[in-house]
């Protein structure tokens, strides 16, 4: 890369590489999806809904505070320095998991893990909206998270049936050694860091700078906080489908490999559907986008424990990847765009803060619900969340 010319056409080569490296961090992710209810119970003898969530919840705060970090830091540190720390990290989780001698050695992989995948993930975002420039913003994050999500629901599927045919460990978190290394391969040797492209856009653009931009997108700006909860939301209730859809399914006598594949049908048809919402966002309203993709989240989760059929669940989980897949490459672009280049990084590391914050409290909540009352009950309870919250994305977010 000789030039620092933004746009995706100038940069497609190593625009490709991000999006290939993104799929192989949403792969990392994928392969403790559909496999660690079954896992917990026969390795360590775990039947608490709770207790079993807790994983999700050390991945939540984890990831949530390493994504803060990701975003201050990212000036400073540079963006490639970050990807390369995230997979050296990520390395060690599988042969954690592969050797754990308790559950807590469990958690600890998944703190690892949650950190790894802040700082990978993140860097590739931030590189990703650097490269393109303003007017490709939601097509880059479509991008970016169709590898991602697409990635994370094929490895879930691979490794569900790796675990039906050959056992639940250690076979399928050989998965997860492959990708590290390629992952740590790729992005130490191929990828460059794009810190002088956001040098070149805040030489031209016309944002002002704001004030506190971690209370602003937190709390204060109605636009940024309003998106920051919403993506809080969605993370919640991704949180709890992550960890109680596969003990709904099971509870129901939904064989293993099928509950793999309702696992993986999610991701895959949110991280599919990306490619079509990011550039929509480009090209029509962010926040109309955002309060349908939210609505449609919520009603699809209401009325998920009343059709437990695998058929059934397949068309769900299609809905709710659609749903999923209108907001999450909307809440990036959106964020980026109502903010200065030279801002953008922390404020997009604040908002996917709160963000993957929502692991860890949709781990808690639908944990304890589910355990004093019921998973049913903790589907509806998250489900009413889900629609209040595109309310309030309705109230208090700009028309963009």
Known sequence: MSATILGLKHNWKQFTLLVLVNGLVGAMLGMERSIFPQFASETFQIDSNFALLSFITAFGFSKAGTNYITGKFANKVGRKKLLVLGWVIALPVPLMLIFAPSWTFVILANILLGISQGLTWGSTVLMKIDLVGEKERGLAMGMNEFAGYLMLGVSAYFSAYIAENYGVSPYPFYLGIAVAITGLILSLCLVNDTHSFVKKESKTVT??????????????????????????????????????????????????????????????????????????????????????GMLLQGLTLLVLPEFVGYYFQIGLMVLLGLGTALVYPTFMASIAAFTHPMQRAESIGTFRLWRDLGYAIGAIFSGILADQWGIEVSIYFIGILTILSSLIVQLRMKHY
């Open 207 to 292: 944002k002002k700078r704001i004030q506190d931009v971690f209370v602003q997108t937190s709390f204060k700006n109605p636009t940024l906080s309003s998106i920051s909860q919403a993506g809080l939301v969605n993370n919640l209730n991704d949180g709890m489908v992550w960890g109680l859809l596969p003990v709904f399914l099971i509870s129901h006598q939904l064989e293993l490999e099928k509950v793999g594949i309702v696992a993986a049908v999610y991701p895959l048809v949110w991280g599919v559907g990306q490619l079509f919402t990011g550039k929509m966002a480009d090209h029509f309203s962010k926040k109309k986008m955002i309060v349908f």
